[in-house]
């Protein structure tokens, strides 16, 4: 009797931690007017989710909202304070943006690893840091 009990309750807490990992996840939804690389892919203008994966909270998927567009990221978490509203965070090298990482609404914010054509422009200027407001 005493070994059913201890199954359950072992039970109980692998489904309350499975149940809480899933309500960690974090989704981001914002538009950009202009063409940017996010990692190494270059993505067009237009709206776009930011999700953290469910099986490795350290990746992260984004896609257009046409389903045309997407490619996995490498996030992690950043030490940066947010100012209390989801703000997606890009640097801007001459005319073209980087995806950088995401300030959230919760005090945290996520760095995504940027690509090498970022390190390539990074050489040339000095990044003019912007955001575009999540939802």
Same mark, same amino acid.
């Given at each position: 009797?005493?070994?059913?009990?201890? !199954?359950?309750? +072992?039970? #109980?807490?692998?489904?309350?931690?499975? *149940?809480?990992? #899933?309500?960690?996840?974090?989704?981001?939804?914002?538009?950009?007017?202009?063409?940017?690389?996010? *990692?190494?892919?270059?993505?067009?203008?237009?709206?776009?989710? +930011?999700?953290? @994966?469910?099986?490795? *909270?350290?990746?992260?998927? +984004?896609? @257009?909202? #046409? /389903?045309?567009?997407?490619?996995? +990221?490498? /996030?992690?978490?950043?030490?940066? =304070?947010?100012?209390?509203?989801?703000?997606?965070?890009? @640097?801007?090298?001459?005319?073209?943006?980087? !995806?950088?990482?995401?300030?959230?609404?919760?005090? @945290?914010?996520?760095?995504?690893?940027?690509?090498?054509?970022?390190? !390539? =422009?990074?050489?040339? =200027?000095? #990044?003019?840091?912007?955001?575009?407001?999540?939802?």
């Amino acid at each position: 009797m005493k070994k059913i009990g201890v !199954l359950v309750g +072992l039970t #109980a807490m692998m489904v309350l931690s499975g *149940g809480l990992r #899933a309500s960690a996840q974090t989704s981001f939804s914002f538009h950009m007017s202009s063409s940017f690389y996010a *990692g190494s892919a270059k993505m067009p203008a237009g709206t776009y989710t +930011l999700r953290q @994966n469910d099986e490795d *909270g350290s990746l992260y998927s +984004l896609q @257009n909202s #046409a /389903g045309t567009h997407s490619v996995i +990221l490498e /996030g992690r978490q950043s030490s940066k =304070a947010s100012k209390g509203k989801p703000e997606i965070l890009f @640097n801007r090298y001459g005319t073209t943006d980087y !995806l950088e990482g995401v300030e959230t609404s919760t005090g @945290n914010s996520i760095d995504i690893s940027g690509g090498a054509a970022e390190k !390539l =422009a990074a050489k040339k =200027a000095t #990044a003019q840091p912007h955001t575009v407001p999540a939802a």
